[in-house]
Nanobody, 124 residues
Framework: QVHLVESGGGLVQAGTSLSLSCAAS????????MAWFRQPPGKEREFVAG????????SISDSVKGRFTISRDGAKNTMWLQMNSLKPEDTAVYYC?????????????????WGQGTQVTVSS
C-alpha cells in the first residue's frame, strides 16, 4: 500500500512563502489523484488544492487561489504545495491525501489515503 509523508511545515511571518512536499512510498504519484487539505484549529478539514491522476485537471480552493500552487513530479514520486503571500488564516495542519479515481473531489471523505500532516503557523 502506498504511504504518504508530508514535510515542509513551520512557523513563518505573514506575507512570506512556504513549500510543502508530499512523498509517496511507491511509484504511484502519476496514477492516483492527489490533494492537499488543511485543518485549522477547532475547525473541520477543508480542501485546498488537488491534481487529477492524469494530470489534466487542477482544482484550487477560492480561499487560496492566486497564492497557492499545486504541482507533481512523477519521477520523484512527490507532490508540492507552494504557498505564497501567507496569511494568519492559513494557519492549520496540512494533509496530503490520495484517491484511486480520476476526479479531484473536494470532500475529505472521498480520499482513502492520508499522510500524517504537517503544521503550518503564520504569525501576523
Amino acid at each position: 500500500q502506498v504511504h504518504l509523508v508530508e514535510s515542509g511545515g513551520g512557523l513563518v511571518q505573514a506575507g512570506t512563502s512556504l513549500s510543502l512536499s508530499c512523498a509517496a512510498s511507491e511509484n504511484a504519484v502519476d496514477s492516483i489523484t492527489m490533494a492537499w487539505f488543511r485543518q485549522p484549529p477547532g475547525k473541520e478539514r477543508e480542501f485546498v488544492a488537488g491534481l487529477s491522476s492524469k494530470g489534466s485537471a487542477t482544482s484550487i480552493s477560492d480561499s487560496v487561489k492566486g497564492r497557492f500552487t499545486i504541482s507533481r513530479d512523477g519521477a520523484k514520486n512527490t507532490m508540492w504545495l507552494q504557498m505564497n503571500s501567507l496569511k494568519p488564516e492559513d494557519t492549520a495542519v496540512y494533509y496530503c491525501a490520495a484517491r484511486a479515481g480520476t476526479l479531484v473531489l473536494t470532500s475529505a471523505s472521498s480520499y482513502g489515503l492520508w499522510g500524517q500532516g504537517t503544521q503550518v503557523t503564520v504569525s501576523s
